[in-house]
């Protein structure tokens, strides 16, 4: 297993955010976690991390504890986490942001080709690589939250909704980078509030309920359960 979270506590203050969730990824695969607002997706993730603490449970990648660790170490181990909201540096150009992806590599021949491969996969990104990363659409700021991520060369790719705000167009076209990067190799856990992408984009899923792990199972399975297509497909 790639990653394990085992029995995960966390709290904000005296507020249990999550409790006792457990989490598999299996290398190679595209794990959701979905559920309502204030569920815990976003907790998770940052617990994975490494930008929240944990007060009870560990944290395992490739069988190695890492829940201890501060961010840019869980960075250094091979986990790029895309934030909720993108988070690009706004005042700095595409290609500044892209390298600052990189900051904690010393391969300088292997960051080139990475970039090239970058912009290779995110051509829009090529054509504004000196322009303001500020005067850009909320899709090519996703773009590039993502293509920033990639540049750290990461195992697993942790996604906080991807989609959030942007167009059906643009939605379908960050789904499709997904299962590119998915399908070179690349796990990825992916948050989303549009539960029909993710189940459709997915190998297995969980749900969560306030803060606990309601269900899992196949993502497909999941597609076709009764209280996830009435609570969260709108069917």
């Not at 499709?176 to 029909?196: C, F, K, T, W």
Request: aromatic share 4%; glycine share 8%; hydrophobic share 45%.
């Amino acid at each position: 297993m790639l990653l394990e979270m085992r029995k995960i506590a966390v709290n904000y203050g005296k507020i249990n955010a999550i409790r006792d969730i457990s989490i598999a990824v299996p290398e190679g695969k595209i794990v959701t976690i979905i559920g309502g607002n204030g569920a815990g997706k976003t907790t998770t993730l940052r617990a994975m991390s490494g930008m929240i603490p944990i007060v009870a449970g560990e944290i395992l990648f490739e069988g190695t504890r890492i829940d201890h660790l501060p961010a840019h170490k869980v960075v250094a181990h091979g986990i790029a986490h895309v934030p909720e909201g993108r988070r690009i540096f706004k005042d700095m150009t595409v290609e500044e942001n892209l390298r600052t992806g990189a900051f904690l590599r010393r391969d300088k021949p292997e960051i080139e080709r990475d970039l090239e491969q970058v912009y290779d996969r995110f051509p829009r990104l090529r054509e504004r690589r000196v322009q303001r990363a500020q005067t850009m659409s909320g899709g090519e700021q996703q773009m590039l939250a993502i293509g920033r991520a990639l540049m750290s060369k990461p195992r697993l790719l942790l996604m906080d909704e991807p989609s959030m705000g942007l167009a059906p167009v643009i939605v379908e076209e960050i789904a499709r980078i997904i299962e590119e990067i998915n399908a070179q190799g690349l796990s990825v856990v992916l948050v989303e509030q549009n539960a029909e992408l993710a189940l459709e984009l997915a190998h297995h899923a969980y749900v969560l309920e306030t803060g606990n792990t309601a269900m899992e199972g196949p993502a497909h399975e999941l597609r076709g359960n009764e209280h996830v297509r009435a609570a969260y497909l709108g069917l």
